[in-house]
């Protein structure tokens, strides 16, 4: 974008205006871009989660507004801007007025760090990845606002449990995107994307072969579990439907959004499928390759880059909807699976989710922290490491070697976790009929 | 460029130095929790505004992300904090003497600092363009595991501890813990208690398997 506004500003017009101008605005163009892409996906989203569920509930669905009921979020979005805004009088005014800001705000700011297509992204931080789940932890802080200014028992009861789920969730997430991270060496999305190029058998490149692409981490049994433990706390996270006691409508009203409505509430609103979409998209990003697939790699090796300077721009454009479109296609196939788990599955109790995510999925993922050390102990690591068994090996023996000791030490820590787990749930359901004499005698008179 | 960042060095160290003077200031302690994310907000920004990429993004995480939800979750769980005009521990003469303390401590921590410190010490060499980020995660973490292990492990120690140790003021008794029955298992439990003597009070029992039939209270009387 840079160099877009760059040339076109002092070498089409000649008017030489300074560095940091120019960076002032082409930063402010793909803000002002992905601010305008956000509340449309967020109008997308609403439509296709609600079609499909209607699906699995044998309706149709909206159908009126438009075709096949296209327009139907353009005017729930009306309904919302022209509802009365409403303010408890006992609420904390400016708190009540900020939190619907404080949840937005970071969702906007998750977007800077995602890339769209080869060389598409905002801004390449060399701790993209961490950013990304620090700025979402800031939504906790305006969820706790909402519930703590709207002075209503179950906007607080909401909150406390949306704020302890998110606080919860983000450690098994965060580590198993750390397993990830040991298998690339770097924190920064861009090139976490760029090491998922070429073929899935061998991260090891097998010469010959054209990058296809496909080198995704889902393929590693390591990247596998990874994937699976990440997208329930994703699930826990976005506050989708197993996990969504915050806003259990036939518990505690709809939570923290109690005592919002008209566009306040429609900002709470915008920011959970927000981002449920960039969970979502993350997901696509880190374990599925991002923009990566056949052919992207081809033309963007054609296109304009900064290690081809003179190739053609068509391949840019080329390339950059090939990416998007991969991205976004991944990305929808991930939400309609969050939509599927709505549709199939009941809410847990508050209990159940605090015990599956602190006992079973946080020891999962630390054993898997364990088996990504193996993985690039036997893939990379050499006689310098302290390694010398694996010397003589060719590529694919290494690999092979790997993938199965890998999948060999996650499958049975699953199998020892989940027999452990569900005995201690059995456990505690287990009834003493001794502890609760007094109390039915009691009633029983 | 320079000018632009010491202006947005301004208008973010004014916003630090404002929720700070706001955090002790403001009568109700929530609006004094609130003002005092916005201030590690604004250091987050200061370190990103010095490239310390790194360390802003921890600071967001750990100071925004966990450390104020935990201050939150202590101010909504203690009684009698949450309103306003709550009284001042000291008064009078005694808050200038407290006062007068803790500027005393605070300039002893400082005035080192601000005498021996080098100031305007130059930038650091490279390139031109392309300048050296401070402190990269890689480094970090080689200072972690070669140079300050000692203390490193330590402070995995005493993290440890306090682990352990919450878990241990926080554990309840399976026996003192009772849960809400669901209406099947209080059917269960009710048809066995009416039973003349139960064979020795069981142990216990797996949790019966939820039924549909209704208690009604003639039923539960035998």
């Known amino acids: 974008m840079y160099d877009i506004v ?20 082409s930063h402010l163009a793909v803000t002002t871009l992905l601010f305008v892409i956000a509340p449309f996906q967020m109008l997308f989203l609403t439509y296709y989660e609600r079609r499909a569920i209607a699906r699995m509930q044998d309706r149709i669905g909206p159908n009126r507004v438009g075709p096949a009921g296209l327009f139907q979020p353009i005017a729930d979005g009306v309904k919302m801007f022209t509802k009365e805004d409403i303010v408890p009088t006992a609420a904390d005014k400016w708190v009540h007025f900020l939190a619907p800001c404080v949840v937005v705000a970071p969702t906007m700011l998750m977007f800077a760090v995602l890339p769209w297509g080869p060389g598409m992204v905002p801004a390449d931080l060399n701790v ?14 305006g969820l706790m606002m909402a519930g703590l200014a709207s002075s209503n028992k179950f906007a607080l009861l909401g909150a406390m449990r949306a704020v302890a789920q998110m606080v919860s969730y983000e450690i098994p997430a965060v580590l198993s995107l750390l397993a990830v991270v040991m298998l690339t060496g770097t924190l920064s999305v861009v090139q976490l994307i760029e090491a998922q190029a070429g073929l899935f058998i061998s991260s090891a490149d097998v010469p010959g072969i054209p990058d296809l692409g496909l080198g995704w981490f889902i393929f590693t049994p390591v990247g596998f579990l990874a994937f699976i433990v990440f997208f329930i706390a994703a699930l826990a996270e976005g506050e989708r439907t197993p996990f969504d006691i915050p806003e259990a409508d036939s518990e505690i009203v709809a939570g923290y959004m109690t005592e919002y409505s008209g566009m306040k509430f429609g900002l709470f609103y915008l920011a959970q499928y927000v981002l449920n979409f960039l969970l979502c998209a993350i997901a696509a990003v880190i374990f599925f390759g991002g923009w990566q697939g056949p052919g992207v790699g081809w033309l963007y090796d054609r296109a304009i880059s900064p290690a081809n300077p003179d190739g053609n721009w068509v391949f840019n454009v080329l390339a950059g909807f090939l990416g998007v479109f991969y991205l976004l296609a991944k990305t929808y196939a991930f939400f309609f699976v969050m939509v599927w788990v709505r549709g199939a599955f009941p809410r847990l109790r508050v209990d159940q ?20 050390a193996i993985w690039v102990a036997l893939l990379r690591w050499g006689p310098e490491q ?47 009929l001794d502890e609760y004499r007094d109390t039915l005698t009691a009633t029983l008179r | ?36 994310i916005a201030c590690f907000f604004g250091v987050g920004a200061l370190y990103m505004l010095l490239e310390a990429e790194f360390l802003a993004v921890v600071q967001v995480l750990v100071y925004v992300g966990a450390i104020s939800i935990l201050i939150l979750f202590a101010i909504m769980l203690t009684r009698q904090v949450t309103g306003e005009g709550v009284r001042q521990l000291v008064g009078g003469w005694r808050l200038w003497l407290t006062a007068a303390i803790s500027a005393l401590l605070f300039a002893v921590a400082i005035a080192p600092t601000v005498i021996a410190h080098r100031w305007n010490t130059p930038a650091p060499p490279g390139p031109p363009g392309t300048p050296e980020p401070l402190a990269g995660v890689a480094e970090l973490g ?20 306090a682990l352990i140790g919450a878990i241990v003021i926080a554990f309840e008794e399976r026996a003192r813990r009772r849960r809400v029955l669901t209406l099947a298992e209080e059917h269960e439990l009710r048809k066995r208690l009416a039973q003349p003597q139960p064979v020795e009070a069981p142990a216990g029992e797996p949790a019966p398997a939820p039924r549909a039939t209704p208690i009604s209270e003639g039923e539960v009387q035998q």
């Open chain 1, 386 to 432: 302290g390694i010398t068994f694996t010397q003589n090996w060719a590529p694919i023996l290494r690999w092979g070697v790997a993938f199965v000791v890998t999948l060999a030490v996650n499958v049975a820590a699953y199998i020892a976790l989940a027999r452990i787990f569900a005995a201690a749930q059995a456990e505690q359901g287990r009834i003493d």
């Open chain 1, 353 to 372: 989710l605090m015990d599956f995510g602190w006992k079973f999925l946080i020891p999962l993922t630390l054993v898997n922290i364990v088996s990504a």
């Open chain 1, 128 to 141: 993209g990845l961490l950013f990304f789940f620090a700025i979402s932890s800031i939504s906790a802080v």
């Open chain 2, 142 to 161: 080689r200072a972690f595991v070669y140079e300050f292990l000692l203390q490193f492990q330590v402070a995995g120690v005493l993290l440890t501890v």
């Open chain 2, 1 to 36: 460029m320079a000018t632009v960042i010491q202006i947005i060095f301004g208008l973010i160290a004014a916003l630090v130095v404002g929720a700070a003077v706001m955090v002790v200031t403001v009568r109700n302690v929530i609006h004094a929790a609130l003002w005092l």
């Open chain 1, 6 to 25: 760059n040339s076109l500003i002092n070498v089409a017009f000649g008017w030489g205006w300074p560095g940091w101008v120019i960076a002032l605005i």
